[in-house]
């Protein structure tokens, strides 16, 4: 059980997982928004519905999929700075270690 705690700690996976909760909110408003201006005949009684409910879902399915999409980014960048000082690192030892054994 502590490891299912230890794993919800990352970072990675509780921001995914907030803006995949945001993702679906966003189409339940979209669906809500549907049922509701469905029944209406009459355009000037559909709006309200599409604008309380279905644009304000579709701006957060639309913005879930864009922090999405930054977060995976930054965490690739992340990930990429690393293995470059790693290997910066490596090459510097290599290099003191060909530069000592190096005849004078």
């Known amino acids: ?14 921001t995914v997982l907030a803006l995949v909760v945001v993702g679906t909110v966003g189409a339940g408003l979209i669906v809500a ?4 201006a469905a029944p209406e005949l009459l355009v000037p009684f559909q709006v309200p519905f599409l604008f309380s409910a279905s ?4 701006c957060l ?3 879930a999929c ?3 999409a930054v977060h995976l980014e930054r965490v690739e960048a992340a990930e990429e700075r690393g293995a470059l000082s790693e290997l910066q690192r490596e090459a510097l030892r290599l ?4 530069q000592s054994h190096q005849p004078d």
């Open 61 to 63: 399915v639309g913005v």
């Open 33 to 36: 928004g549907y049922r509701g």
């Open 95 to 98: 290099l003191t270690l060909a």
């Open 1 to 14: 059980m502590n490891e299912i705690w230890a794993r919800f700690r990352d970072p990675w996976l509780t």
């Open 55 to 58: 644009l304000v879902g579709l």
């Open 66 to 68: 864009v922090l999405v």
